[in-house]
């Protein structure tokens, strides 16, 4: 697949600063006191556990951060499909920058391995259907731009990145605002006309109130399947509709095939489990 990779100027300063975590201020003296300083050796990122890669720019940027000398030699794209056994990458050079640099390494990219894989799983649920999964905000602080990366390398889309990028008016602003309607009409004059407004709509007596107004997406919060195909017919095109809430891997089907253009999930960021990945020694 073709996945764009993140610029090494919004990946570098959260792998230097997990580095610099793990480093403290004496460094690693395990492999200091243990390991000789001319010792070298090759070393084979291995799946052990089937599913999709995402996060190799953030693991070989922390062994080259480490120590320069160590060469980092990819088996597989960003994006890939793996099953238990699949060699990922072999990483050469000194053997205390390779052992100083694996957790942090492996941390990244096990991570954002499982929110990708999670993704494509919910991406392969929804098949057949017109709609497509996107993320959300509920990110850990300080890694959005890699977990949103890992959900595009999932085979999913991302959300709005921030508050600052589309206007999502939520439950709470309709309800200081006075109201749907009210609350769209004061979004439209205080932002630009390149500026995107979507507006969540528990019912669907909110949802005709939100259409008369100019809006560009409805988010369609906990709605049943029932319920959200008649609020796919009343909007009938004239906005993109989002389904958000009561999503799990069993009921994301029936929620996409509503004919929704968006499912968007949280915990697809929030709690994907880690993929298991392991650095060995070739045996």
């Not at 953030?58 to 320069?68: G, R």
């Not at 809006?215 to 017919?233: F, G, I, K, S």
Request: net charge negative; glycine share 10%; hydrophobic share 45%.
């Amino acid at each position: 697949m073709s996945l764009a990779p993140l610029p090494r100027l919004v990946i570098e300063p959260l792998v230097r600063a997990a580095l610099l975590e793990d480093l403290g201020l004496a460094g690693d003296i395990t492999s200091a006191a243990v390991v000789p300083a001319d010792h070298r050796s090759s070393l084979v990122m291995v799946a052990r556990q089937a599913g999709v890669i995402a996060g190799l720019d953030a693991a070989e940027l922390a062994f080259h951060l480490v120590d320069p000398a160590i060469h980092v030699v990819r088996q597989i794209e960003e994006g890939s499909q793996v099953r238990p056994g699949d060699s990922i990458a072999t990483i050469n050079g000194p053997s205390r920058g390779l052992l100083t640099g694996e957790r942090t390494a492996l941390n990244f990219l096990g991570h954002l391995s499982g929110i990708a894989t999670v993704t494509a799983s919910l991406v392969e649920a929804v098949r057949g259907t017109k709609a497509s999964i996107a993320c959300t905000r509920k990110t850990t602080p300080g890694l959005r731009a890699l977990e949103k990366y890992a959900v595009r390398a999932g085979g999913g889309m991302n959300h709005r990145f921030a508050l600052h990028d589309a206007v999502l008016i939520k439950d709470n602003h309709v309800a200081i605002a006075g109201g749907v309607a009210e609350a769209i009409r004061r979004a439209r004059a205080g932002v630009g006309h390149m500026v995107k407004i979507e507006v969540e709509v528990d019912t669907l007596e909110q949802l005709r109130d939100a259409l008369q107004e100019d809006v560009d997406a409805v988010l369609l919060d906990n709605m049943t399947p029932a319920q959200l195909r008649e609020a796919v017919a009343i909007v009938n095109g004239c906005a993109i509709t989002e389904a958000s809430g009561r999503v799990t891997p069993s009921t994301v089907a029936a929620i996409a095939a509503s004919g929704v253009d968006l499912v968007s999930v949280g915990w697809c960021t929030h709690s994907a489990p880690t993929l298991d990945i392991g650095l060995d020694v070739p045996g």
